[in-house]
């Protein structure tokens, strides 16, 4: 079945940077944008940027522009979020997602959960 | 950026009420509209897509309607499944934006 399945919880420092995974399988990777989300602790949802697998092309939500790179892996179709400089404000839940675009997320992954703090 | 606005922000309900959440958008998205389920600890779940399409594996009890900013998820009669956070999101430009969804609870 359609699956995309993210890398491990994550702790750092402030100023550090953070790599998460995102795994798909059970489709043809390169035919679904990525998508990635945040949550922080029991707040809402906010949409990061996304990824066309296919092409490597990518569109960041300008509050992350500078700070986040979304990078992908033909060959073992998985995508990946780097974020930077990271704040303690960006302790959250990391989802990516997937949707041919423009259309709503039908596939999510598991997330993945990122700590800041000292 | 469009905003969107969900309301209620909480709701308490009982099995076998019918619910009602409403989200409007700041400007027009046409039908680009989603709303997802999302229970505690889990990813969200898609359950209406281009404002009144169900989607696949999704129960008939849901149900989207509305069009231009006014968009309205309506549950039939609440099952016990059902509680748990809704948010509505648009996808007519970018960035995507989400409502702040709404929590339904047991009453």
């Known amino acids: 079945q359609v699956q995309l399945v993210q890398s491990g919880a994550e702790v750092k420092k402030p100023g550090a940077s953070v790599k998460v995974s995102c795994k798909a399988s059970?489709?043809?990777?390169?035919?679904?944008?990525i998508h990635w989300v945040r949550q922080a602790p029991g707040q809402g949802l906010e949409w990061m940027g996304w990824?066309?697998?296919?092409?490597?092309?990518?569109n960041y939500a300008q509050k992350f522009q500078g700070r986040v790179t979304l990078t992908r892996d033909t060959s073992i179709s998985t995508t990946y979020m780097d974020l930077t400089r990271l704040r303690p404000d960006d302790t959250a839940f990391y989802y990516c997602?997937?949707?041919?675009?423009?259309?709503?997320?039908?596939?999510w992954g598991q997330g993945t959960l990122v700590t800041v703090s000292s | 950026d469009i905003q969107m606005t969900q309301s209620p922000s909480t709701l308490s309900a009982s099995v076998g009420d019918r619910v009602t959440i409403t989200c409007r958008a700041s400007?027009?998205?046409?039908?680009?509209l989603a709303w997802y389920q999302q229970k505690p600890g889990k990813a969200p779940n898609l359950l209406i897509y281009k404002a009144s399409s169900l989607e696949s594996g999704v129960p008939s009890r849901f149900s989207g309607s509305g069009s231009g900013t006014e968009f309205t998820l309506t549950i039939s009669s609440l099952q016990p499944d059902d509680f748990a956070t809704y948010y509505c999101?648009?996808?007519?430009?970018?960035?995507?934006?989400f409502g702040g969804g709404t929590k339904v609870e047991i009453k």
């Open positions: 059970g489709y043809s990777f390169i035919d679904y944008y």
């Open positions: 999101q648009h996808y007519y430009s970018y960035p995507l934006t």
């Open positions: 990824i066309n697998p296919g092409s490597g092309a990518t």
């Open positions: 400007q027009s998205i046409n039908s680009w």
């Open positions: 997602a997937r949707s041919p675009v423009p259309a709503a997320f039908m596939t």
